[in-house]
């Protein structure tokens, strides 16, 4: 999957590419940046902007 803009990405949109991502490919938020050269910090401030924030014991953006 492609996250290369997902800083640019409507929120409510991302939040689903980023739940399958974490769902079928990652172990957690820290493999899921890793693997797509995110960045953590500007990553969970813009989900928290639209109300979603990482639950690491589910492994998703709620």
Known sequence: MDLSNA???DPHLL???LNTELR???DSLDD???THNLDTEPLLEKMAA???T????QNQFR
């Open 7 to 9: 800083y640019a990405m």
């Open 24 to 26: 079928n490919h990652c």
């Open 54 to 57: 990482y639950q690491s014991a």
């Open 32 to 34: 899921l940046v890793k």
């Open 15 to 17: 939040v689903g590419l």
């Open 50 to 52: 639209a109300d979603y």
